[in-house]
């Protein structure tokens, strides 16, 4: 059986149900790579250029840490999924990027471009196909793997929503946006994560929130914005504004779709307090702990002062 290498990190924390059922049901094994940690990390910054950013370093670190253990690497090329969309130049080179920086590792791909008329079902299938899947299987494949994705994000969004209208679990609640790839990483998303927790936060996720609602609201706050992605960071700010008193955004150093965002939203989201985390391969974890620690005090004396208007108006 072809064993299938697919690093941990990138789009695999975004379409991780689509490709592993789809690899699954075309007759594959899949090897996914440990979750990040130091070496990982050490690596990636010393196969990556020194622009590249923090994500992609660890992308390049998932990639190595993949070599010896499968028979080809998973690395997709994804451009764009709708038409006046694009996705960040990163998606569209991780192929050409690992080829040149990787050259020993055997890659599989499949290109998703809707402005060259290349969409991903035709395009998983022919990858299944060039690898010697019948077409009726591939086809099959495709459309439980679809399904199963789907169910998966509306299941996410479903119940962090119904905590979201539920009464508070913690003293205060925190929207936490950024890409699932750096939310999910467990060097850089889930240590915030998890210390907001420990502040007594509520916390909810960019991640959590409906894509396709994310999408269309996110022209409230940007109707220019093309990144797809960022599109999506920016409507959950929109749809969760309402329901938390904090938002903390999570960039990885030098991103610049994220700082843009972040930019928009301290300029056109008013009356919440905001933050941003800038995080490089440097970062330590006393540093962020003490900025969330400040955005917490924050935070919650404002709240304390808003519940004292609302007993003496
Ligand atoms: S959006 Fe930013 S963090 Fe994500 S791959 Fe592009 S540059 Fe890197």
Redesign the pocket.
């Known amino acids: 059986m072809l064993r299938v290498g697919l690093p941990r990190a990138?789009l695999y924390h975004k379409y991780h149900v689509l490709w592993t059922t789809f690899l699954h049901e075309c007759g594959f094994g899949t090897v996914v790579s440990p979750p990040t940690n130091r070496r990982i990390l050490e690596r990636g910054v010393a196969l990556a250029v020194d622009e590249s950013?923090l994500?992609?370093k660890v992308f390049l670190g998932h990639a190595d840490a993949l070599t010896g253990r499968c028979d080809v690497l998973f690395v997709p090329r994804h451009e764009s999924y709708e038409r006046g969309e694009q996705l960040?130049v990163?998606?569209m080179a991780t192929y050409d990027i690992v080829r040149n920086t990787l050259p020993d590792l055997s890659l599989i791909t499949y290109n998703v471009d809707v402005h060259r008329g290349v969409d991903e079902r035709r395009s998983m299938i022919a990858m299944a196909r060039s690898l010697g899947v019948r077409a009726g299987v591939a086809r099959r494949a495709h459309a439980h793997a679809v399904t199963a994705h789907h169910a998966h994000e509306v299941e996410l969004a479903r119940l962090q929503q119904s905590v979201a209208e539920a009464p508070r679990q913690g003293e205060l609640r925190v929207l936490v946006v950024g890409?699932s790839y750096n939310l999910s990483d467990r060097l850089i998303g889930e240590p915030i994560l998890a210390y907001l927790r420990a502040l007594d936060v509520e916390v909810f996720t960019s991640d959590e929130v409906d894509k396709a609602a994310a999408r269309r609201t996110a022209s409230a706050i940007s109707p220019t914005m093309k990144w797809r992605y960022n599109k999506e960071l920016l409507g959950a700010v929109d749809l969760y504004r309402g329901l938390v008193d904090g938002i903390v955004f999570v960039v990885?150093f030098p991103?610049?779709?994220?700082s843009l965002m972040s930019e928009f939203c301290s300029r056109r989201v008013t009356g919440i307090p905001m933050t941003t985390l800038v995080l490089d391969e440097l970062f330590g974890e006393a540093g962020v702990r003490t900025r969330l620690e400040s955005f917490v005090d924050v935070v919650r004396e404002r709240r304390r002062r808003e519940q004292l208007k609302d007993v003496n108006p």
């Open positions: 990138l950013c994500s992609m960040c990163k998606f890409h990885t991103c610049g779709p994220d």
